[in-house]
């Protein structure tokens, strides 16, 4: 049978208590890290939000901007059309 010594040499328990602090502080820095990130994840996401917003209201803009053209189109195109007919018609007269 193997002999078993039953005692700990005082380096081997300072390097182990070295080693857990160093995880320790590893994990740690770890998540502090992961909640910075997650910040700025969230703030990107916020923001890119808002730009999608932005562009949804823009291109409502110019939807409705261009419907008002062609509104203006066609009320151009009857005025005109009126015009020439009382034109033909004073051109009938004289």
Do not use: C
């Amino acid at each position: 049978m193997p002999d078993l010594r039953k005692d700990i040499p005082l380096p081997t328990i300072i390097a182990l208590v070295t080693l857990a602090m160093a995880l320790a502080g590893g994990w740690t820095d770890l998540k502090a890290s992961i909640t910075s990130t997650e910040a700025k994840v969230f703030d990107h996401d916020r923001r890119l939000g808002e730009i999608e917003a932005d562009g949804k209201a823009g291109r409502a803009d110019n939807t409705r901007v261009l419907q008002d053209i062609a509104e203006i189109k066609t009320d151009l195109r009857y005025l005109r059309q009126a015009m020439e007919r009382d034109d033909a018609l004073v051109n009938r007269r004289q």
